[in-house]
């Protein structure tokens, strides 16, 4: 079995429902939650690589940050989003389960359960 991190927000229903499907398997993830403990950007750049997608598609649209900071704007490069995702974690959409070498983002909770072995 890989090491298994869950990025999360408890918070956050669909983040705490990721966790339960988780332990409910018998599974102990590590717990980041990353707005007590921010990632980096090279964290954030290793994420999205494992994740396959890019910056902007990991933003939390309706984050009150994403319209103050204006990243909207499409002229705002990989670097900019990441930059502001680690200043702002609150951009970052939740849950993401890590799981060796890939990693998926949570939504709908029961999307964690794709890349389990």
Known sequence: MPE????HNPRCSKSRAALELLEARGL?????????T?????TLRDLLGRLGISA???LRTGEDEYKALNLADA??????????????PKLIERPILRAGERAIIGR??????????
């Open 38 to 42: 921010p990632p980096d950007a090279a």
């Open 108 to 117: 709908p909770p029961e999307n964690v359960l794709e890349i389990l072995p």
């Open 56 to 58: 902007r598609q990991l």
């Open 4 to 7: 298994l991190t869950l990025y």
């Open 75 to 88: 002229s705002l490069d990989e670097e900019a989003l990441i930059a502001a995702m680690v200043e702002h």
């Open 28 to 36: 102990a993830p590590t717990v980041v939650r990353y707005l007590e």
